[in-house]
């Protein structure tokens, strides 16, 4: 069974930064595509990242592009999500998921096979 934690969330200032984590148990986590999507109160969920597991190629969103990097460190078994420059409109709940394959575009997110409890991100003066 495919288990994920994710962490890192919290409360952060505008123009602050956080680095989320993605920690997979019971499985090698480069054996899978890994994205990252996010949940505010009334709206959709929206896929915002992901990194290959074969060639780790990434792709973002152009809500967070330029703002956002996501990375692997295999040794460790954990995705990182790297947000820099934070604004209000990107408070949410995060969570990091496995998927079939990342799509070449962050608008054509496939569906995500399983994901963790999420962590909150909320950004505010």
């Known amino acids: 069974q495919v288990q994920l934690e994710e962490s890192g969330g919290g409360l952060v200032q505008p123009a602050g930064s956080l680095k989320l984590r993605c920690a997979a148990s019971r499985f090698a986590l480069d054996h899978y595509s890994i994205g990252w999507f996010r949940q505010a109160p009334g709206k959709e969920r929206e896929g915002i990242s992901c990194i290959s597991s074969s060639d780790g190629t990434t792709i973002y969103a152009d809500s967070v592009k330029g703002r956002v990097t996501i990375s692997r460190d295999n040794r460790k078994n954990t995705v990182f999500l790297q947000m820099n420059d934070l604004k209000p409109e990107d408070t949410a709940v995060y969570y990091c998921?496995?998927?079939?394959?990342?799509?070449?575009?962050?608008?054509?997110?496939?569906?995500?096979?399983?994901w963790g409890q999420g962590t909150q991100v909320t950004v505010s003066s």
């Open positions: 998921g496995t998927v079939v394959k990342c799509p070449t575009t962050a608008t054509m997110f496939p569906p995500f096979l399983s």
